[in-house]
């Protein structure tokens, strides 16, 4: 799922958040952020293979993000690719059609879940999945509600 796709797919672990917890020291703004509340490292293998549109890296992002066991669909070097989940310039990813998290905060008009209050109570696949991403965006959110103006 979207974002936390990247760091959370490939090692299913938060300390893999090398581009998420200098967040936490700071006023998180939603529109800087994934949808999840994920920001995407600069070096993320899966959007270099997509912008310089390689075969070989796609396949690798391909298995390295699971893709065929997550989301049942076979390799196809013309429909894999990620630009990230905010990237309107581009097409989405079957990455990002699946993320119901990104869906979500689109259809409530979110730049991010940070601005819902629902994020707490909230099931879906990329929370129950990955709990201490949620608890660290969970507290990401605090501190965007304690100083939004």
Known sequence: DAVAGCALLVSGKLSAFTGFTHLQNEIPDPKKLNYCGY???KDCQFLEASVKNDPELKKKAYEIWHIKERYNVDFDAEKTFCFGCKN???PAGV?????TV??????KKFDSCIECKELK????????????FKNAVIK??????????
């Open 39 to 41: 920001t995407c490292p």
């Open 88 to 90: 309107s310039d581009k």
């Open 95 to 99: 990455v990002m059609q699946n993320c």
């Open 102 to 107: 990104r869906s979500c905060a689109i259809d």
């Open 121 to 132: 109570d909230c099931g879906k696949d990329l929370w129950t999945r990955f709990p201490d």
């Open 140 to 149: 990401m959110q605090a501190t965007y509600f304690e100083n939004r103006g």
